[in-house]
């Protein structure tokens, strides 16, 4: 099968064509033919070494967690997923391997119909980033009518999802992002955005119950100076990895509370947010569409950090 994989960390350059076995199907997994492939900010950590990248036992490997494809071969005879169904999904990379190729097997647990609404190109930009808003905004941060919830980097994949979700349950959003991105942000549902080129949030902001931290510390000191604007007993939650490592002393030290999040592929899950996509309640937007030939292209997108919802790889003609 055709393949976008990688032999050592390094820059996009490592990504490269390669001619690599299918994978075999095991007990209750499915094999899927992957029309497109999301591509996500962890994908670039793992290929640069970081991320995921302590999990690799062997190259080449073959990045790309979440997909949206067509079934091959169904766990058994029975099962609701048979040959043909149009399915969406994420696996973990690198415990499996990735979706940057024409086929995958995963837990048949990890993947549900994709909806009929959603192209398999839109499909593939939901489930990692869909899930992981999820997790943060609904799971963890309870959203709720009458919570006043901060959404840092509001325009990017996992943000778009955590402002239309929590906009959803009911919660006063208040959104950071660039000005280019203020009215779009407020027809994803956010009460409030703020520009962080143009104010500081930490010095205009009345106390919030809640902050969705999708950046940490790596850029001016954000996660440090969101306590500031939590109220005694918020919580905050903080998405990438490596991003705040003194999280739970400063958190402790101003009396909040505070707690990572790393995504779980759960198919009960994603069926839920698939019933929102396909009501028109909740949207994905794709910013950009590259081949997989072009993934290289679409890391260095991604890691320059100002992408508008979702980048996608087109993989195959579904």
């Known amino acids: 099968m055709r393949a976008m994989a990688m032999t050592q960390a390094g820059g996009p350059e490592v990504l490269a064509l390669a001619d690599l076995e299918r994978p075999v199907r095991v007990n209750a997994e499915v094999l899927v033919k992957v029309v497109a492939a999301g591509v996500n900010p962890i994908d670039a950590k793992t290929r640069a070494g970081r991320g995921a990248f302590p999990g690799i036992a062997g190259f080449p490997v ?17 099962h609701p997923l048979q040959p043909g169904t149009e399915v969406y999904g994420m696996g973990m990379v690198p415990r499996m391997s990735g979706a940057y190729a024409e086929y995958l097997t995963v837990s048949a647990l990890s993947v549900v119909k994709k909806p009929s609404t959603l192209s398999h190109v839109e499909a593939a930009g939901v489930p990692l980033a869909a899930l992981t808003a999820w997790g943060m905004v609904v799971e963890t941060a309870k959203a709720h009518e009458g919570q006043r919830m901060l959404i840092h980097a509001g325009a990017g994949g996992v943000g778009h999802f955590a402002v239309q979700f929590a906009a959803y349950f009911g919660a006063h959003v208040i959104a950071t992002g660039s000005a280019r991105n203020a009215s779009w942000l407020q027809e994803m549902g956010a009460a409030e955005v703020l520009d962080y080129s ?19 510390n790596l850029q001016d000191d954000t996660g440090s100076r969101s306590l500031r604007v939590l109220r005694p007993g918020g919580i905050i939650v903080n998405g990438p990895t490596g991003s705040w490592p003194t999280m739970a002393e400063e958190a402790a030290t101003a009396g909040v509370r505070a707690t990572g999040y790393r995504v779980v592929p759960d198919g009960s899950t994603l069926a839920i947010i698939s019933r929102l996509l396909e009501s028109g309640d909740v949207k994905v937007y ?27 790889l087109k993989v195959c003609e579904g």
């Open 62 to 78: 073959v990045l790309g967690n979440d997909f949206s494809g067509i079934v091959e071969e169904a766990p058994y005879e029975s």
């Open 198 to 216: 143009a104010v500081r949030f930490d010095e205009v902001l009345d106390p919030v119950d809640a902050v969705i931290d999708l950046i940490g």
């Open 286 to 312: 794709v910013d950009q569409v590259f081949d997989l030939e072009d993934v290289a292209s679409a890391h260095q997108v991604i890691e320059e950090g100002h992408t508008r919802g979702k980048l996608v």
